[in-house]
């Protein structure tokens, strides 16, 4: 087992915590967090797990910069042959070439590195691709890539700079004497700063009157901006005899020399390595819980969206409740039906005689009119059912106005497709059947409590004479019956109704027996009108729960961000399995590059100038 597996194992469980959108909702800077997030991503995959995986690998050397910077010129001219297609057109680089040596053509064709982007070996690569291209002048251990411009007018191109940044362990950083001062490259070279990613610069298209004067001047801004001591070349303007020419070889001999040198080296290689390895793992321990901190913002942003939820839907369970105790369902048919039932006398009848009741039935299946009884329940029924959807209707109305008042809320209906349609600001479709399923089973339960209290009573066969049916549906009446909310001779009616009722169950059962049935008889509907109300809400929470990350996405984030930074000992020294592949190419170069480590500038090991036959 090698030492460095356990740090591999935490940056592949880190890897496994991004495979998800971790910023679905428009809450915060969610596009700031799905850049960070693919970033990160990206790094893993390009650069940080292959580049662990295999530490003595070929050295990958990016050379990136602004657009018209040079950078397929200054490869082409550095490889000593037309490998890249430099050209006036912007942009110019549309597909990235990787330039190897035929010793590491099958390292860098297996997808080793950039896994994510197609190989291809023709003479023109397609965007979205990477071209491989060898050259027997470019020394083993070392590969140059041509990458597109981090400024380009095409943002695919923007990002693809910036991945394959992400992926080198050394950064050919080209800029000219005209734009060194721009911002876009400056925030490149910060990030190389902040990463400590091996670095330098090659500062191109001098005028002869300017060489020293504009080097000096780019000196002091890197020195302003952390970076002192970056290794800095310079390469003239120079009139080419064709627009596709090369440079000519003093002109870059400076920087082919450095390479040389870094490519003869194993252990220049190695420090390369560390470097840029070591800096963005250390990187993770800021990146990481910033993602995680984003990822809360994530959560934060759903739980008011369910808070609003939940709030509409308790607002819609307390209109339930006032409905259910304020008198209002003994209003228009309910108390049409129990004046014809109390009125005719049919009421009396039904409770003192089962001869009345036969009676009644009987009537019923000859005319087909049913008993004023059943009269009497189906009404009630049908007003519980219209109470319950109004309070559905209420409670979806408030949730939805709450959801499109917030930018979160707004944007995850747009993306559901459910705010031009309208139909979750109203109840759903099948709660008017559900309803009568859950209304149905209360009177169900009520007719067993009413049997299991007359089962008890000492008057069995007074209760037996009232019967079952006539009793139950005197308790679902004074479940509601209460004059609030009624007015005129409605509430004489109502208080009739309540008095009524109440004196014939208090007659059978007793004045504490018929209060505690009333109350479990009200309880238990209104725990089923809970249940559907929830169930109503969950057309709101169910979007979220499609989308939302894990709860622990955040403290999982943290705490594989941990396991990395204290595992990040077990990478190895330089001269400690770390590059010590030895491998041809030539003489060494005159200088390598600047590391940017918490102890300050230093720089790579590297040999003393040279120049290599090819290059």
Known sequence: MSRSDGLLAALRELRRHLDRDLFPLAAGDARAGRAAQKELAGQLDDYLIPRLTALDAPLLAVVGGSTGAGKSTLV????????????????TTLAPTLVTSPADEAWFTAQHVLPGLPRVTGARGQPGTLRVVTAPSL???????????????????????????????????TTTAARYADEVP????????????????????????????????????????????????????????????RLPRPAVREVADWLTGIAADSRARAEVVRQTLSGALESLAVRVPALADAVDHQHAAARELRSLTADAYTFGLAAFDEGMLDGSLLRGEVLARWQDFIGTGDLMRSLESRVGRFRDRLVALVTGRPAPENDLRIALESGVEALIRASADGAAERALDAWTARPTGRALLEEAGVVTAGRLGRASADLPARAETAVRGWQGYVLDLVREEGADRRSVARFTSYGVNGAGLLLMLAVFASTGGLTGIEVGIAGGTSVLSQKLLEAVFGDQAVRTLTVKARTDLRARVAILLNEEADRFTGLLDAVEPPGEAGPALREVARAVQDRRGELPATGDGLGDGSRSGGGPGDGPPREVSGGGPREVPGGGPGEVEGW
Do not use: H
């Not at 070392?142 to 394959?164: F, G, K, T, W």
């Open 139 to 173: 020394p083993a251990g070392l590969a140059l890539l041509d990458a597109p411009d981090i400024d380009s007018v095409v943002a695919a191109n923007r990002e693809l700079a910036a991945q394959l940044l992400a992926a080198a362990d050394l950064w050919l950083f």
């Open 76 to 91: 082409n001219s550095v490889v000593g042959a037309d490998v890249t297609e430099p050209g006036v057109l912007r942009p």
């Open 186 to 245: 400056w925030g490149f070279l910060r990030a190389a700063r902040e990463r400590s990613t091996a670095l330098a610069v090659v500062l191109s298209r001098v005028p002869p009157e300017a060489m020293g004067v504009v080097r000096k001047d780019l000196a002091r801004l890197l020195e302003e901006n952390g970076l002192g001591g970056t290794r800095l070349f310079e390469v003239p303007e120079l009139t080419l005899p064709e627009e596709n020419g």
